[in-house]
DNA sequence: CGGTATCCTGTGAGATACTG
DNA sequence: CAGTATCTCACAGGATACCG
């Protein structure tokens, strides 16, 4: 059992997924990767979301203590936000989901758009050797099961 | 730019992030991760779902390819689930993220659980160099900026 | 520039009851 | 056993306007 500010989980899969729930939450995080952001900046990279989404987000992860918002008393105001030293442990996490979305993309999708550049090679080889596994584990046994029994 | 089903995705994360949202989604891929299952089985190992969210979810993640649904015509009616290929993909995304908010309930939360058991220590290894790095990154930097101009 | 303050809406999700 | 079928509601998320 897991205690996380009042909630009770019972896996700390649950702990993640409140976490990173939240529609921009996940691009927030992976901008502020790479650096240091200042609102103006988050919302020109984050096509389509509102000053009030973003503003709310980032509030959100802040009081999570991923996200640390840094404001310079100076005017017009300045802003900056910046990953969390913890913020920062969860770079394997979305280095990972950004491999795995992408090779769904391709399988199940269009994508006109490279990773090589974004993703150190490690992070892809490891699902590209899951995807390998399972091929073989797929072995020939589409023997059907049509049996028709009255009980168990 | 990316395509998936009719949805347009400025980065891999957003695929990823639709594919997993969902209250329930990644508690069952977690089960089905192990082994193939019955609905009642999921419904048991899943303490407050009803019958209707598991139902939904299930069908959502067969829709999308990553569970695949196994009806057997007999009474009572017998329904596996399993993932599939591409659904087993999945487990190194859901492992970092098992460790990850393991880690984040450690520091932020309280724990009654060992995770040793369930988690191959090679995900454990690159959550927890990432804190170490993160902890030697965080350097004596704690100056403040006090600075007040009334332009940019 | 980087926000609040309102108002509004769609839908994810729960409760309950019924069924092949 | 493994589901549908309704009804209901909270709340995440959007649009718009104003502010220090």
Redesign the interface.
């Known amino acids: 059992?897991?205690?996380?500010?009042g909630k009770e989980?019972?896996?700390?899969?649950?702990?993640?997924?409140n976490?990173?729930?939240g529609?921009w939450k996940?691009?927030i995080m992976?901008h502020l990767l790479k650096k240091t952001r200042r609102f103006g900046e988050l919302q020109k990279k984050i096509?389509n979301v509102t000053q009030k989404m973003l503003t709310q987000q980032l509030r959100e992860l802040e009081a999570?203590?991923l996200v640390h918002r840094e404001v310079?008393?100076?005017?017009?105001p300045k802003v900056e936000y910046s990953l969390t030293?913890?913020g920062?442990?969860?770079?394997?996490?979305?280095n990972?989901?950004?491999?795995?979305?992408?090779?769904?993309?391709k399988?199940?999708?269009?994508?006109?758009?490279d990773?090589s550049a974004d993703i150190e090679p490690e992070y892809r080889e490891?699902?590209a050797e899951?995807?390998k596994?399972?091929?073989q584990?797929?072995s020939p046994n589409e023997t059907e099961?049509?049996?028709?029994?009255?009980s168990?």
């Open positions: 059992m897991i205690n996380v500010k989980h019972s896996c700390p899969i649950e702990v993640s997924m976490l990173i729930a529609k996940l691009l992976w096509t999570d203590g310079y008393p100076i005017v017009p030293p913890f920062r442990s969860f770079e394997p996490v979305l990972m989901m950004i491999v795995w979305g992408y090779e769904y993309a399988r199940f999708g269009e994508v006109s758009y990773l490891v699902v899951k995807l596994d399972n091929a584990k797929t099961q049509e049996k028709v029994t009255t168990i």
